[in-house]
C-alpha cells in the first residue's frame, strides 16, 4: 500500500505531463498528452479548451495505471507567458498565443515608447523583449474583437485548476512574467495594465503556490480523483526547483535539458536598479513558487548546442559515455565552440590534429562558461550559492558533470525525473495539509 498519493501536473510547452506520486516524492505511474499548439512560420496558438482537454487526458492515463490509494490532491505547473481569456459564463474568448510567439513586435515597440525599458525591468524584473503576456494581450484587444468582451484573465496552470473545478486565483510565480505586475510592491501596476487594454478586475486574486483552491468535482475530472485538493504549483521551472529540491534560501537549480535553466531562490530586496541590470543580461527576477522568496532565472540553449556538435560528429547518446570519457582524459583544447543564446554555432581554432574528443571538450568548456556567466552574475548581487543540484537529460553526460565540478565546485546530482510534476504534487501535499481541518 502506497498510502494517499499525489498527483503532479506539468503542462509545457510540448506536452502535458501527470506523473502520481506518493507521499516520499516516489513516482508510481504517469500519462501525458501534446500540447495541442497551431503553428505558422511565426506564430503558435492554441484553443483553451483543447489544452483542457489534453491535460486532462494525460491525468485520465496516469490514474489508469496508478495502484490502489486515495488521491489527495492535484497540482498544476505550467508554462508562463500565455494565458486564456474568459467571458463572463466561463468560456474562452480568443485563443491562446504561446509564449514564443513573435507577432507582438509592433507591440513591443509602443511599449517602450509608454513606458520605457529601463522603468518596465526595474519594475517588473523582467528583460524588454518580446515573451511577457502584456504585449500579446495588448495584440488579443487590437485584433480580435472577441476578446474585447473578457471579464476574466487566467494563466495555463490556473485555466487548467478552475477546469477541474478548482477556484479563480493568480499564482505569484505566473504573475510575475505577465509584465503587469510591480515586483517589489508585489501588486498590479497599473500602467502597463492600461496600455495593453487589461484592468485589475481581469484578474484574480494573488496567491502563493500550494494555496489550496477547492476539489475536484465529480463532474470535472475522472472519478477517482473527485474530492482531491486542488492548487496551482506555478512557473514550471520554479515547481521543478521544488521537485529538485533546490528550494533553499541561496540554493540553485541548473536544469539541463535542450534549453539550460539556472534558478536561484533568494530572499526579496534587490533594488530596481540592480534588478534593471540583471534584466539587461537576461536575467528575470520574480517571485518564487516558493512563499516569501523571489527568484532569478537565466537559460542558455547550452543542451541545444551539445546535441549539434553531438550530430555533427556522428553519434547520438548511446556514444556518448565512450566520447565523455575520451573527452575529459585530454587536456584543455585550443579549439572553441561559440554558442550564442539564440543562433547558429562556430567552431574555432581547428588544427590538422583536433579530434571528435577535442571538439566534444570544446563544446562542454563552452557550454558550460555560459551557465557559468549567468551563475557569476546571479552571485554577484545576491551572493555565493549555498547548494547547486543539477538534473535534466544533460545531466547524464559525465563529461558534463566533470567540467560543472571544475568550474563551480561540490554540486548535487539529484536523481529525479520530471521534476516539474514531482514539484506540483509536492506542493499539491502542502494544500491538501493546510487544507484539512485543524485536529483539536
Known sequence: MHGTLFVGLDVGTTTSKAVVFTQDGDPVA????????????????????????????????????????AIGGLGVASLAESGVLLDRHGEPVAPVIAWHDT????????????????????????PFRQQWSLTKHRWLMDNVPTARTAVRRLNVAEWIVRGFGGEEATEQ???????????????????????????????????????????????TGPPRLAGAVLTVAGHDHQAAVVGAGADGPGDELDSCGTAEALVRTIAPGLSPDVIA???????????????????????????????????????????????????????????????????????????????????????????????????????????????????GGWSRSDGLIAVKRRRFGQLVQADVSEAGARGAALLAAKAAAADSPAVS
Do not use: Y
Request: aromatic share 4%; hydrophobic share 45%.
Open 103 to 126: 507577432r507582438d513586435h509592433a507591440e513591443l515597440a509602443a511599449l517602450g515608447e509608454t513606458v520605457g525599458a529601463h522603468t518596465f525591468s526595474a519594475t517588473t524584473g523582467l
Open 173 to 219: 510565480s505566473l504573475a510575475s512574467r505577465t509584465g503587469w505586475l510591480r515586483l517589489a510592491q508585489r501588486d498590479w501596476w497599473t500602467d502597463t495594465l492600461a496600455w495593453s487594454g487589461a484592468n485589475q478586475s481581469l484578474m484574480p486574486p494573488l496567491v502563493t503556490a500550494g494555496t489550496p483552491l477547492g476539489r475536484v468535482g465529480a463532474e
Open 30 to 69: 504517469s500519462g501525458r498528452a501534446a500540447t495541442p499548439w497551431t503553428v505558422t512560420t511565426s506564430r503558435a496558438e492554441l484553443d483553451a479548451t483543447a489544452l483542457l482537454e489534453a491535460a486532462k487526458s494525460a491525468v485520465a492515463e496516469a490514474l489508469a495505471d496508478c495502484p490502489a490509494g
Open 277 to 391: 541590470d540583471l534584466a539587461n543580461a537576461g536575467i528575470t527576477t520574480g517571485w518564487h513558487a516558493v512563499a516569501d522568496h523571489w527568484c532569478l532565472l537565466g537559460a542558455t540553449q547550452g543542451g541545444l548546442a551539445l546535441q549539434r556538435i553531438l550530430a555533427l560528429l556522428g553519434k547520438d547518446s548511446t556514444d556518448l559515455g565512450a566520447l565523455d570519457a575520451d573527452a575529459i582524459a585530454l587536456p584543455m583544447p585550443e579549439m572553441r565552440v561559440c554558442a550564442p543564446a539564440f543562433g547558429r554555432l562556430d567552431i574555432l581554432g581547428v588544427s590538422d590534429d583536433a579530434s571528435p574528443a577535442a571538439l566534444w571538450r570544446a563544446a562542454l568548456e563552452s557550454v558550460t562558461e555560459q551557465a557559468a556567466e549567468i551563475h557569476d552574475a546571479m552571485s554577484a548581487v545576491s551572493g555565493p550559492h549555498r547548494t547547486l543540484v543539477v538534473t
